[in-house]
C-alpha cells in the first residue's frame, strides 16, 4: 500500500488531532490543508458534542463533523445540525431504571445537540457555568429524545463499569467509552462513529477503502472496524488504548508528537 492515498481523511479530536492543552499544532492544521487543497475532505469523528465545535471551528473553519460519537453530523461552515439519530425516551426510561436497579449510584447526564442536562447528583467535569448547561432530575432528562445518554459512577473502575453498562443495555442501545473516568456514553442502538462516518463518506462518494481514520479510545473501534474491513488505513496512536491498537492496521506518533500529521505526510 505504499502507493495508496486516501480520498477521505477522517480524526477523532481529543487524544489524537488535539494536544494536551487543546490545541491543534500549526504542523497539523497546514498538512490537513494540503490534503483539502488536493481536493481531500477532512472530516472530524468525535465524542464530543456540537456545542464542544466551535473552538475547533475557528482553526479547520469547515467541513463536517460526526460528533456525539456518530449520533449528530455537524456543518462546520454554517454550524448547522445536517442529521440526527436519537435515543427515544421508552428506551431512556428502561435504561436508566435497569442501571439504577444494578448499580444505584449511577448518575445521569443528557447531551441535546446544543444543550446538556445533568441531574443535581452528577458532577460534570467541564462545562459547569457554560451556556447551554443545566441542572435537571431524571425523569426531565429522558422526557425528550437525546443524543448521547452519559452514566457515570464515581467509585467503581471505569472497565467495571462500562461492562456493567454494556450487559444491562444489551441490544436495547450501544454503549462505548472515550474517557479514562467510570464514564459510559450510550447511544441509539447500531449509531457509532463509523455510522456517521459513513453518512459523511456516502456524500462524497467514497468507499471505506479510501478512507483513513485516526483515533485512540474504545469509541473509535467501530470506524477502525468499518475502515479496516473495507480496505482502508486505521490508524492508531502510539499511547492509544490497547482495544483500539488490536484493531488498527497502523500505529503512528502521539498526539503531542504530531502522529496525525506525521502519518498523513508520509503517504
Known amino acids: 500500500m505504499s502507493d495508496w492515498r486516501p480520498r477521505l481523511i477522517a480524526s477523532d479530536m481529543d487524544g489524537t488531532l488535539l494536544r494536551a492543552d487543546d490545541t491543534v499544532s500549526d504542523a497539523t492544521v497546514a498538512e490537513l ?12 469523528a468525535t465524542g464530543r458534542p456540537p456545542r464542544w465545535m466551535h473552538r475547533i471551528r475557528q482553526v479547520l ?4 463533523a460526526v460528533c456525539c460519537n456518530g449520533a449528530v453530523l455537524l456543518d462546520l461552515e454554517s454550524f448547522e445540525i445536517l442529521d440526527e439519530d436519537l435515543l427515544h ?9 435497569e442501571l439504577r436497579r444494578h448499580q444505584p449510584d449511577t448518575w445521569f447526564a443528557v447531551e441535546y ?11 460534570p467535569r467541564w462545562d459547569v457555568d457554560a451556556p447551554g448547561v443545566a441542572v435537571a432530575e431524571l425523569p426531565e432528562l429522558i422526557a425528550a429524545p437525546v443524543a448521547k445518554l452519559l452514566a457515570r459512577h464515581e467509585a467503581v473502575p471505569r472497565d467495571e463499569f462500562v461492562a456493567l453498562v454494556e450487559t444491562v443495555v444489551g441490544r436495547s442501545a450501544t ?11 450510550i447511544s441509539a442502538l447500531g449509531v457509532t462513529k463509523a455510522t456517521g462516518l459513513a453518512k459523511v463518506a456516502a456524500r462524497h462518494g467514497v468507499d471505506p477503502g479510501d478512507v483513513v481514520v485516526f ?3 474504545p469509541n473509535d473501534i467501530a470506524a477502525f472496524e468499518w475502515v479496516r474491513e473495507g480496505g482502508g488505513r486505521a490508524v ?11 484493531a488498527a492496521t497502523d500505529v503512528t506518533g502521539t498526539n503531542g508528537d ?5 502519518f498523513l505526510a508520509s503517504l
Do not use: C, K
Not at 33 to 44: I, S
Not at 258 to 262: E, L, N, S, T
Open 89 to 97: 425516551p421508552e428506551v431512556l426510561r428502561e435504561i436508566t431504571a
Open 61 to 64: 473553519r469547515h467541513g463536517t
Open 258 to 262: 504530531d502522529g496525525v500529521a506525521a
Open 175 to 185: 454503549v462505548t467509552n472515550s474517557s479514562s473516568e467510570a464514564l459510559a456514553e
Open 113 to 123: 445537540g446544543l444543550e446538556f442536562r445533568h441531574e443535581p447528583i452528577y458532577q
Open 215 to 217: 483515533g485512540d479510545m
Open 236 to 246: 492508531a496512536m502510539a499511547h492509544a488504548h490497547p482495544d483500539l491498537l488490536a
Open 33 to 44: 490543508e494540503r490534503w483539502r487543497a488536493d481536493g481531500v475532505p477532512v472530516v472530524l
